[in-house]
Antibody, heavy 122, light 106 residues
Framework: QVTLKESGPGILQPSQTLSLTCSFSGFSLSTSGICVSWIRQPSGKGLEWLATICWEDSKGYNPSLKNRLTISKDTSNNQAFLKITSVDTADTAIYYC??????????????WGQGVMVTVSS | DIQMTQSPSFLSASVGDRVTINCKASQNINKYLDWYQQKLGEAPKLLIYNTNSLHTGIPSRFSGSGSGTDFTLTISSLQPEDVATYFCLQHNSGWTFGGGTKLELK
């Protein structure tokens, strides 16, 4: 059974760096083809893909945010991470992590975490 | 960047109705189109991947079709538990979501 769970600071101030952790079970990021992505959703709005990291450490970023994003992983502890620098109120959203079967089946988001709310406020 | 235009934005239907939701890509995305269901307060859930493949545990009343730039999600007989917002996602080049369709019961 695949499960993912996000964790984060809850609230932070403008200009700070947001650090998010995705802890997962039921799969390994050392397995060929597997990837994990981060997606966010401002309250009452649509979904925005942020970043993806795969088993062999390849990474992809949303071009509109690329300069502010860093994705990484800790394969031994079944975790993936996302950092967003210089946050402002527009970064207030629910942040989700999701797994991708990758070249095994396709690069779609098959399982999602419950999401973590992040509020940027002074 | 690939843009995804989803229609309608809002849909009201009765139990038992056949419901269709459309997604149009700004360029050819081959078969790489997926559909998600998001109920209020919950994370999105995968329904259909690669245009027409049903994800594990999803009822057979959900189906997908299309190719290239035009895609459709069909619910063959609407059930009360299908009330949700539905999103399409292209994964041919990066990942882009459609704007969503809010489905309610009439």
């Amino acid at each position: 059974q695949v499960t993912l769970k996000e964790s984060g600071p809850g609230i932070l101030q403008p200009s700070q760096t947001l650090s998010l952790t995705c802890s997962f079970s039921g799969f390994s990021l050392s397995t060929s083809g597997i990837c994990v992505s981060w997606i966010r959703q401002p309250s009452g709005k649509g979904l925005e893909w942020l970043a993806t990291i795969c088993w062999e450490d390849s990474k992809g970023y949303n071009p509109s945010l690329k300069n502010r994003l860093t994705i990484s992983k800790d394969t031994s502890n079944n975790q993936a991470f996302l950092k967003i620098t210089s946050v402002d109120t527009a970064d207030t959203a629910i942040y989700y992590c999701a797994s991708l079967p990758g070249y095994n089946s396709g690069y779609y988001f098959d399982y999602w975490g419950q999401g973590v709310m992040v509020t940027v406020s002074s | 960047d690939i843009q995804m235009t989803q229609s309608p934005s809002f849909l009201s239907a009765s139990v038992g109705d056949r419901v269709t939701i459309n997604c149009k890509a700004s360029q050819n995305i081959n078969k790489y189109l997926d559909w998600y269901q998001q109920k209020l307060g919950e994370a999105p859930k995968l329904l259909i991947y690669n245009t027409n493949s049903l994800h594990t545990g999803i009822p057979s009343r959900f189906s997908g079709s299309g190719s290239g730039t035009d895609f459709t999600l069909t619910i063959s007989s609407l059930q009360p538990e299908d009330v949700a917002t539905y999103f399409c996602l292209q994964h041919n080049s990066g990942w882009t979501f459609g704007g969503g369709t809010k489905l309610e019961l009439k």
